[in-house]
């Protein structure tokens, strides 16, 4: 039996209310709006065509189509996201399926430690696996009570809110299991590798 990195139960809630500014983090202003920032054109995917997959150190990867994604046990989440460009918007509500639930379907290695996301249009983003688990990501298909929009990376993205939001990878395709980290797209350009808003570890040296 291999080693368990996902606690049963967990799951994902609203955050703590507190005051707006004690949920901000430093150096961020409050935003209204849901700005649309992206590294290149906006994919339109096909939803027949469409998969998602974890792979890479699992014992047997598993594959999803958009009818069978859509069927896995799905929950509400409100989150509070910041994106590096220094903007933070409180209390996005966001309906998918925890990063949890979705590992629940595979046997990992014991070697894996870190996680690239991957998406159509070949962007990629790096994690540690710890802070996938436990609730803290997941991947989300409505936004608002609404199907995603592709211009917020629908059909489908992974949203991890407590880091900046480019690791919360647009038009997500899967995500594959690996020993040693690999930086990902914005991480190769000079990007902090790990992105805590709460540490304003925003480029490589913070």
Not at 86 to 102: E, I, Q
Request: aromatic letters at 12%.
């Amino acid at each position: 039996m291999s080693e368990r990195f996902v606690t049963r139960g967990f799951v994902g809630k609203r955050q703590d209310a507190g005051t707006a500014a004690n949920r901000i983090p430093p150096g961020q202003h409050l935003v209204k709006d849901f700005p649309v920032l992206s590294a290149g054109p906006t994919p339109r995917t096909d939803l027949r065509r469409w998969s998602f997959r974890i792979e890479g150190l699992v014992k047997e990867p598993a594959q999803w189509t958009w009818d069978e994604f859509g069927k896995l046990p799905a929950q509400e989440f409100v989150k509070d996201i910041s994106c590096v460009t220094k903007w933070t918007k409180l209390d996005t509500r966001w309906r998918g399926v925890s990063a949890d639930v979705l590992l629940e379907h595979v046997e990992l290695d014991g070697r894996a430690r870190f996680v690239v996301a991957f998406s159509d249009g070949g962007y990629t983003t790096n994690l540690p696996l710890p802070d996938v688990i436990n609730g803290q990501a997941f991947v989300a298909y409505e936004y608002d009570g609404k199907p995603l929009a592709p211009e917020h990376g629908g059909p489908a993205r992974l949203v991890v809110p407590h880091l900046y939001f480019w690791k919360s990878a647009k038009w997500v395709r899967g995500l594959r299991l690996i020993e040693r980290d690999e930086p990902g797209f914005w991480e190769s350009l000079g990007y902090n590798n790990h992105g805590d808003p709460w540490k304003e570890e925003r480029y490589s040296g913070d």
